[in-house]
């Protein structure tokens, strides 16, 4: 039954109860006794003057009470008729999806192309890199590259993927697309977790994760043959994750689970700026031209976003339970965030948030709406011209496929 329809029923049930009150209690019990709901918990008489003082007094009171009954019921339902209306007035959709992928390994990173035709997955537990054609989304193959592959990047036009290899002794391997040959690899830190590249495809930054520092890897040129550079390492804060590169090329974003976004000056390979902005800050994804950071912060349950110039606050929003992946959609109106539930007890569901851009840096209420996320919702990778939306279930063995015409949209 819809909210509508039950604001609607509740208004006039609560038509009813004041009518019945007022039939109830406009009379005089001197002139008519027993009036409706009275003639069930007051003694009968015929004539008031009859009465002892005792009996009129408990008249009186039990009138009182039934007053009191009435009132409680009344604000009740008119609490739950506002919360009814204000549910009524959130957006309902469903959205499509076109496609869910079944695949086998705990997908952690995905990516798509520059020119739409291959999507590529990492998976974890099977040491796997997977390639699939687009638009179909037809498995073309898989190379092992060891250890647990996790975050991915593409670079030199997507033909070559760089994927952070999450081992003992951690690496940044090199791969071709789509042939998916091992073009070289390089160690970056003892467990890399997600990779960027600065725009110019000449480095590549790979986080750290228990290292608590940054690797940085020269990347040949483009057409030219691995193996990449050597590579040098950046000292952040502990539990570095989530890693954004300015359009500039010239900042490097950082969150790490400490609870601190960091910006580095690529140049100078050294952090400029730390803001505290949480615990367990997890990834950082840069909107607006560059100038405004977002940033999931999975222990509070947060989207927030900050200057990218200052890392000075612009606002925050409320999401759902631990969220991680994060994805700006719809020329960044709108913000995917994954959230993972990685951790909660008792178990919670996992769902996808979409929040307004514009009205969390406003401070309006920002939320669009949400849909089911599979099990550990983790990683966002969006097509060209931005029409799909593609979402790693790390737990549910699948990557869930959205068409974005069917999601939320800014009010």
């Not at 040129?221 to 390492?233: E, L, R, V, Y």
């Not at 929040?355 to 709406?369: D, E, I, M, N």
């Amino acid at each position: 039954m819809g909210s509508e329809v039950l604001v609607l029923g509740g208004v006039a049930l609560l038509g009813g109860l004041v009518l019945l009150w007022h039939l109830t209690f406009s009379v005089d019990p001197r002139i008519h006794p027993h009036p409706f709901v009275l003639r069930w918990v007051e003694p009968r008489w015929e004539r008031w003057e009859d009465l002892d003082w005792d009996v009129k007094m408990r008249i009186f009171r039990r009138r009182q009470v039934v007053n009191w009954v009435f009132v409680v019921l009344v604000v009740g339902l008119l609490i739950y008729l506002f919360a009814l209306a204000a549910r009524s007035d959130a957006p309902s959709f469903q959205p499509a999806v076109a496609t869910a992928l079944t695949v086998e390994g705990d997908p952690f990173g995905v990516a798509v192309t520059p020119d739409g035709k291959h999507a590529i997955v990492t998976l974890t537990s099977t040491g796997e890199v997977a390639l699939y054609s687009r638009p179909g989304y037809r498995l073309v193959g898989k190379v092992h590259v060891g250890g647990q592959p996790c975050g991915i990047a593409l670079t030199d036009g997507g033909k070559v993927a760089l994927v952070a290899v999450f081992a003992r002794q951690g690496e940044l391997v090199a791969l071709s697309v789509p042939a998916l040959k091992v073009l070289g690899r390089v160690g970056a830190g003892a467990y890399p977790i997600e990779v960027a590249v600065t725009p110019d495809g000449r480095q590549a930054f790979v986080s750290d994760e228990y290292g608590a520092a940054v690797a940085v890897v020269d990347l040949p040129a483009a057409g030219q043959t691995w193996p990449a550079g050597s590579a040098d390492s950046i000292p952040v804060n502990l539990g570095p994750v989530g890693l954004a590169v300015s359009p500039s090329g010239k900042r490097l974003y950082v969150t790490c689970e400490e609870g601190t976004l960091l910006a580095i000056g690529t140049a100078t390979e050294r952090v400029v700026q730390r803001r505290w902005v949480g615990s367990q800050a997890v990834r950082v994804v840069l909107g607006d031209g560059g100038r405004v950071a977002w940033v999931t912060v999975r222990a509070e349950n947060e989207l927030k976003a900050y200057n990218a110039q200052t890392l000075a606050p612009l606002g925050q929003v409320a999401v759902g339970t631990e969220p991680v992946g994060l994805a700006l959609i719809d020329g960044g109106a709108v913000a995917a965030v994954a959230d993972s539930a990685r951790f909660a007890q008792p178990p919670a569901a996992s769902t996808v948030t979409f929040v307004s851009t514009a009205a969390v840096l406003a401070g309006r209420p920002a939320l669009l709406g949400t849909v089911p996320g599979g099990k550990f919702p983790r990683e966002f990778a969006l097509s060209p011209h931005g029409r799909q939306l593609l979402l790693t279930e790390f737990r549910s063995d699948k990557v869930a496929v959205f068409d974005v015409r069917s999601l939320p949209q800014p009010r």
